[in-house]
């Protein structure tokens, strides 16, 4: 005997009664294999938080902030040609799934990481990282940053 359950959508509409419990069970429900795979290659990088942090020396989270050492990159007006970068720096093979798209105006980016990338790793967080060591990269590219300079892009 197994338990039963009703899924809900999103509004709180009853969508199915008395559904088996298994049945939602990623181990057999191809639905929720695909929507776990994708939530592992997806990450959201945040431009205008990055923009802020080096233009006010306040990286690495918290009250932590270095004075005198703040960039003025323009970050936010420069989304499309770091998309571009990153969806480079990340993609596997030419017509993958990456996906990078500009949100927000510039302030956010979606970044989707071939799931090539994601079968090949042995660990779970392989869509962060390669998101955020390209996005480093992307900035350094885009600005021409310095040795000196590099570790305040790298903490932001």
Do not use: C, W
């Amino acid at each position: 005997m197994s338990d039963k359950i009703d899924l809900y959508s999103d509004r709180g509409v009853l969508l199915k009664s008395d559904v088996d419990l298994s049945a939602v069970s990623p181990l057999k429900n191809a639905a929720m294999q695909r929507l776990i795979a994708l939530t592992k290659r997806t990450v959201a990088v945040n431009l205008a938080g990055i923009e802020g942090a080096l233009k006010t020396g306040k990286v690495a989270g918290g009250r932590r902030q270095i004075m005198g050492r703040s960039l003025n990159y323009d970050v936010v007006a420069n989304a499309n040609a770091l998309a571009d970068k990153i969806k480079a720096l990340i993609q596997v093979a030419a017509g993958d799934d990456t996906n990078v798209q500009v949100l927000g105006g510039g302030k956010q980016l979606l970044v989707q990481v071939p799931t090539a990338r994601v079968n090949a790793a042995s660990e779970f967080v392989v869509g962060l990282t390669a998101a955020a060591s390209a996005t480093v990269e992307a900035l350094v590219q885009q600005f021409k940053v310095g040795i000196v300079e590099a570790p305040m892009v790298h903490a932001s």
